[in-house]
């Protein structure tokens, strides 16, 4: 099992070569262009300990949301100490309890822009959290709004991937964004170009249309966070992950220190008062409402029993 339930095989993989998107289509054709396979234009990764049997298997899945393919290039950080790392956090949550803060989100106004300054913490390692904020796949990060429980507060529509060189990649997504406010709400479409680095463990996005925005691009960044350093390692100051490591006796958890950065401006018609006070209490409301769905799925999973990569306990 994955480090998430319902990713089918997400750690295990060592990825090595892109899954070509390919649907069969009602006519019973296969075609890599059409509408419907917008979603999966990856890339995606085959398990290279994966025999062509199973392959065969998985082909025969209609959606990529079920298969047990990976959406990240691994060779850029080290999946074993990854999951390793997922299972110190579930292992050690009972003995040493970590407590994440709820965001903090600097709201900033000037010139008809609304800056989002936000840092918070995550009980998980860098590249898990890094995935929560760039899988396309629409799992159960975020809460369900309104009846039906499969459509989440944020849902991936549609992926595409314009550009991969070494650890940067360039990806064109489609979202929705569902909302609700003082008894309205409502459902803004979002289409943006992120820039990824998966080495980096950092992305900029900017908008290519969003509903009601004029302006909507930003950044994020993921940084480790030794939080066992002073009860491990008896000491506070910088270390390397390695003398982390090795001071710790490899009993070290490793979190994450998350600093975003979101820019918004709403259309011309749109930025006046009271309108854009309006749109703009939506956005930061919103945006506070998304991380702390984080928050509270990465407490969740570190509250699960400990499982190792080949789905045993």
């Keep these: 099992m994955g480090i998430f339930p319902g990713f089918g095989g997400w750690i295990?993989?060592?990825?090595?070569?892109?899954?070509?998107?390919?649907?069969?289509?009602?006519?019973?054709?296969?075609?890599?262009?059409?509408?419907e396979?917008?979603?999966?234009?990856?890339?995606?990764?085959?398990?290279?300990?994966?025999?062509?049997?199973?392959?065969?298997?998985?082909?025969?899945?209609?959606?990529?949301?079920?298969?047990?393919?990976?959406?990240?290039d691994p060779k850029y950080y080290d999946l074993a100490e990854l999951w390793r790392q997922v299972r110190l956090w579930r292992s050690e949550n009972s003995?040493?309890?970590?407590?994440?803060?709820?965001?903090k989100v600097k709201v900033k106004t000037k010139?008809?822009?609304?800056?989002?300054?936000?840092?918070?913490?995550?009980?998980?390692?860098?590249?898990?959290?890094?995935?929560?904020?760039?899988?396309p796949r629409n799992l159960s990060f975020f809460q369900p709004m309104g009846?039906?429980?499969?459509?989440?507060?944020?849902d991936t529509?549609?992926?595409?991937?314009?550009?991969?060189?070494?650890?940067?990649q360039i990806t064109e997504v489609e979202k929705v964004l569902r909302w609700k406010l003082l008894g309205y709400n409502g459902a803004i479409p979002i289409h943006v170009i992120i820039d990824e680095n998966h080495q980096k463990v950092t992305a900029t996005y900017k908008k290519v249309k969003v509903k009601y925005m004029k302006v909507f691009e930003g950044s994020w960044k993921m940084e480790p966070l030794y939080v066992d350093q002073e009860r491990l390692c008896k000491s506070r100051s910088?270390?390397?992950?390695?003398?982390?490591?090795?001071?710790?006796?490899?009993?070290?958890?490793?979190?994450?220190?998350?600093?975003m950065e979101h820019t918004f401006q709403p259309s011309s018609l749109l930025n006046v008062p009271p309108v854009s006070w309006f749109i703009r209490g939506i956005a930061v409301k919103v945006t506070k409402a998304l991380l702390q769905d984080l928050r509270e799925y990465v407490i969740?999973?570190?509250?699960?029993?400990?499982?190792?990569p080949a789905g045993g306990k």
């Excluded at 010139?111 to 904020?133: D, N, R, S």
């Design 300 to 308: 969740t999973m570190n509250k699960m029993k400990v499982l190792d």
């Design 37 to 72: 396979d917008r979603y999966i234009q990856g890339p995606w990764y085959w398990n290279p300990a994966a025999s062509p049997k199973e392959k065969a298997k998985i082909m025969k899945i209609d959606h990529v949301r079920s298969m047990s393919v990976y959406p990240t």
């Design 147 to 154: 009846k039906y429980l499969w459509r989440t507060r944020l």
């Design 238 to 259: 910088r270390i390397s992950e390695e003398e982390y490591k090795k001071c710790s006796g490899g009993k070290g958890r490793i979190g994450s220190k998350v600093t």
């Design 95 to 103: 003995k040493h309890p970590w407590y994440d803060a709820p965001a």
């Design 157 to 168: 529509l549609a992926t595409k991937v314009l550009k991969k060189d070494g650890p940067r």
């Design 111 to 135: 010139k008809g822009l609304c800056h989002l300054y936000i840092h918070f913490t995550l009980g998980w390692p860098p590249q898990a959290v890094y995935e929560m904020f760039t899988n």
């Design 12 to 35: 295990n993989l060592n990825i090595q070569q892109p899954l070509k998107a390919s649907k069969r289509s009602k006519n019973g054709k296969s075609s890599s262009d059409s509408e």
